[in-house]
């Protein structure tokens, strides 16, 4: 999207840190961004040039939904691009908000096993005028993409399920981790559990992060799960197991500054439930088949409701189901108050 705003425009590293990741588990991942990186109208896709990859008009807000009352994604995609690409690409948005006035909104929005996605980082305050502020661009259009893609790949908050939060599922599907990058297990692992829930208790929230989002982008730990965490069972939790990883190291869930207690009916997600919280191999739930799914169409999903998780169906001309997409939720403050500190930096 045509905008001087660095959260909406892609970013080399960021793109390169995706492939990276997908290639290091036996995918290649192609994106296309036209012209933007070589300027040069030759197809090159060291450059990310595939022939494609069109500058849109900028929109301050972009709805998902097929609405002909204002610009959507699909009426980006219907005129921007190729027909012949459909059944064979992603389309990806970079755009600006997802909120109807323009205001800062979650993150993205993408299609749950379909080929349809947008990242909607923009009046996020992300720059490039100092190496922590780009890291921090860098490593969020990374992990945003990664997060809206593995959507589209069939995977939910909780890997094959809607339930979010969980300590031991280390992946960016799971917002404890999307934006603030993998935990480091058997060093100081429940730093991303601190920083969410007990934001600068000196009790627990005392060492910086590992690998942070404010480090270089090779250093940032990207990953969906492999599935290898043992269940936390919120009937009773025992703190030395910490994440309930082989090499875990004890984890102060309650931030009381002891980490060997037997917590109680204890809401680590803090979900408002006593459950038992699973770890799913998420890598081996992979549906790269988005053109046998309903998601695949090219008119994309009619207006609905702002529920978070959308159960759609298509007109009436064409009874089918169509599979669900996810808005993410708003950023929260603290977030916003750390981007708006680095820029002022």
């Given at each position: 999207m045509d905008s001087s705003d660095v959260g909406i425009t892609?970013?080399?590293?960021?793109?390169?840190?995706?492939?990276?990741?997908?290639?290091?588990?036996?995918?290649?991942?192609?994106?296309?961004?036209?012209?933007?990186?070589?300027?040069?109208?030759?197809?090159?896709?060291?450059n990310f040039d595939l022939g494609g990859g069109n500058l849109v008009p900028f929109n301050s807000y972009t709805p998902f939904e097929y609405d002909l009352s204002s610009p959507n994604l699909f009426a980006y995609k219907m005129e921007y691009s190729d027909i012949t690409r459909r059944p064979i690409f992603h389309y990806l948005l970079m755009a600006s908000s997802g909120n109807e006035d323009g205001s800062?909104?979650?993150?993205?929005?993408?299609?749950?096993?379909?080929?349809?996605?947008?990242?909607?980082?923009?009046?996020?305050?992300?720059?490039?005028?100092?190496?922590?502020a780009t890291n921090v661009t860098y490593n969020y259009q990374a992990s945003t993409i990664f997060h809206e893609l593995g959507?589209?790949?069939?995977?939910?908050?909780?890997?094959?399920?809607?339930?979010?939060?969980?300590?031991n599922h280390l992946s960016f599907m799971n917002y404890l981790y999307q934006l603030a990058g993998l935990s480091t297990i058997g060093n100081n692992e429940g730093d991303r559990y601190y920083e969410r829930f007990y934001p600068g208790n000196a009790s627990c929230d005392i060492a910086p992060n590992t690998n942070s989002h404010l480090d270089s982008t090779d250093d940032f730990i990207i990953d969906y799960s492999n599935g290898s965490s043992a269940d936390l069972n919120e009937s009773t939790i025992l703190e030395v197991q910490g994440l309930n990883r082989n090499s875990s190291l004890p984890v102060d869930f309650n931030c009381n500054a002891i980490n060997t207690e037997s917590l109680t009916s204890f809401d680590t997600n803090q979900d408002n439930t006593i459950s038992i919280l699973s770890d799913v191999d998420e890598w081996s739930m992979l549906n790269l088949q988005f053109y046998m799914q309903s998601a695949g169409?090219?008119?994309?999903?009619?207006?609905?409701?702002?529920?978070?998780?959308?159960?759609?169906?298509?007109?009436?001309?064409?009874?089918?189901t169509l599979?669900?997409?996810?808005?993410?939720?708003q950023p929260s403050s603290t977030i916003i108050a750390e981007l708006k500190a680095i820029k002022e930096q």
């Amino acid at each position: 999207m045509d905008s001087s705003d660095v959260g909406i425009t892609p970013h080399r590293t960021a793109l390169e840190k995706v492939a990276t990741v997908f290639a290091e588990k036996g995918y290649t991942v192609h994106f296309d961004v036209g012209d933007l990186f070589d300027q040069s109208t030759n197809t090159a896709p060291q450059n990310f040039d595939l022939g494609g990859g069109n500058l849109v008009p900028f929109n301050s807000y972009t709805p998902f939904e097929y609405d002909l009352s204002s610009p959507n994604l699909f009426a980006y995609k219907m005129e921007y691009s190729d027909i012949t690409r459909r059944p064979i690409f992603h389309y990806l948005l970079m755009a600006s908000s997802g909120n109807e006035d323009g205001s800062i909104s979650g993150s993205g929005i993408a299609e749950i096993s379909g080929n349809d996605l947008m990242v909607t980082m923009g009046g996020w305050g992300l720059t490039l005028d100092t190496q922590v502020a780009t890291n921090v661009t860098y490593n969020y259009q990374a992990s945003t993409i990664f997060h809206e893609l593995g959507h589209n790949l069939g995977l939910y908050h909780g890997g094959d399920e809607e339930v979010n939060f969980k300590p031991n599922h280390l992946s960016f599907m799971n917002y404890l981790y999307q934006l603030a990058g993998l935990s480091t297990i058997g060093n100081n692992e429940g730093d991303r559990y601190y920083e969410r829930f007990y934001p600068g208790n000196a009790s627990c929230d005392i060492a910086p992060n590992t690998n942070s989002h404010l480090d270089s982008t090779d250093d940032f730990i990207i990953d969906y799960s492999n599935g290898s965490s043992a269940d936390l069972n919120e009937s009773t939790i025992l703190e030395v197991q910490g994440l309930n990883r082989n090499s875990s190291l004890p984890v102060d869930f309650n931030c009381n500054a002891i980490n060997t207690e037997s917590l109680t009916s204890f809401d680590t997600n803090q979900d408002n439930t006593i459950s038992i919280l699973s770890d799913v191999d998420e890598w081996s739930m992979l549906n790269l088949q988005f053109y046998m799914q309903s998601a695949g169409n090219r008119f994309g999903v009619p207006k609905t409701n702002n529920s978070k998780v959308h159960n759609l169906q298509s007109s009436p001309t064409n009874i089918e189901t169509l599979p669900s997409y996810i808005k993410e939720a708003q950023p929260s403050s603290t977030i916003i108050a750390e981007l708006k500190a680095i820029k002022e930096q």
